[in-house]
């Protein structure tokens, strides 16, 4: 039997366990609202909390330096335009995803940073999860550390909302499982060596510290996601697309 049979009936073994609750709490809110860090052991946290020992604030930094670093045809740099991050982006992150001027279209975070790149500061566009734009996100993210998420839910924003709300409570993929079976009906519980938390995006990239120098963007583990990348698969046991990165 391969490995990952084997954890596909690990898994509907303790989906069988749970499944009988999963209708009754369809709508239910997790309460109290717990950040994914206070899932982590004594050890994790108190890294997180140490600026110096965090492994994330190497790209923190490398962001900052990318910050001032002139580029494109009128060699200009972020700083250029925006000044002083800790003014000028404070905040800045707790609103997105947001609608683009014309509201047409969803942009997140790293979709803005390349709209600016390319489009004022005319460089060259950066890969999605390349090191360059991770480390910009998270720098840009960082001037918002611990302020509340604001995204705005009402107007043209609302569909989207309702979008992603539907998704999060449909079923699919090759478990036939929700974001919400696992997330809000089942967080604190016990996943093979993973505490299943709430589920918030909010504090990404994050830095992954089980396998040496890697940040990523928010994912998660159903194969039948609209996008292609299959990612930190739980039943694989591994983070596909999640390569290994140093910052330079
Ligand atoms: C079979 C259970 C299961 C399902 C279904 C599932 N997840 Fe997860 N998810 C996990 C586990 C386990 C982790 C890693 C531990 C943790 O952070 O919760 C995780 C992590 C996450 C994280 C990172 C949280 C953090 O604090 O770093 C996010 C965000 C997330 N999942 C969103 C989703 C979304 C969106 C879906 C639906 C598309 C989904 N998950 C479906 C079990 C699941
Ligand atoms: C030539 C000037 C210019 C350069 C260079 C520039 N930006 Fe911008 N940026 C702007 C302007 C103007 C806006 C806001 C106006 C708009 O949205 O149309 C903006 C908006 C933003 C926003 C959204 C702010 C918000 O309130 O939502 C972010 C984030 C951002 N820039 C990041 C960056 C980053 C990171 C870089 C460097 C890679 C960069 N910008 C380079 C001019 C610039």
């Not at 000044?83 to 969803?106: E, H, I, Q």
């Amino acid at each position: 039997m391969t490995p990952r049979i084997l954890a596909g009936l690990f898994l509907a073994a303790w989906l069988g366990v749970m499944l009988p609750n999963a209708v009754a709490q369809q709508a239910a809110r997790p309460q109290p609202l717990k950040s994914g860090i206070e899932f982590a052991g004594a050890e994790v946290r108190a890294l997180q909390h140490d600026d110096f020992a965090n492994p994330g604030m190497l790209w923190v930094a490398r962001g900052e330096k990318l910050w001032r670093e002139p580029a494109g045809a009128e060699s200009q740099s972020c700083a250029s335009c925006h000044g002083d991050a800790k003014t000028s982006m404070a905040g800045v992150a707790t609103r997105y995803p947001l609608l683009d001027p014309g509201a047409t279209r969803l942009v997140n975070l790293e979709g803005r940073i390349m709209e600016c790149r390319e489009q004022r500061q005319h460089a060259l566009p950066l890969k999605y999860e390349s090191e360059e734009l991770l480390a910009l996100t998270a720098y840009v993210r960082h001037q918002s550390r611990g302020m509340p998420v604001k995204v705005v839910i009402d107007g043209q924003s609302r569909r989207h909302f309702e979008a992603g709300r539907d998704l999060y409570y449909r079923r699919m993929g090759q478990m036939n499982l929700s974001c919400a079976q696992c997330h809000q009906q089942n967080w604190g519980k016990k996943l093979g060596p993973e505490i299943i938390s709430q589920g918030h995006g909010n504090a990404y990239p994050i830095y992954r510290l089980e396998a040496a120098f890697r940040a990523c963007a928010p994912r998660c583990c159903l194969r039948a996601l609209p996008s292609t990348s299959i990612s930190n698969c739980i039943w694989r046991g591994e983070a596909v697309n999640c390569r290994s990165r140093r910052p330079a």
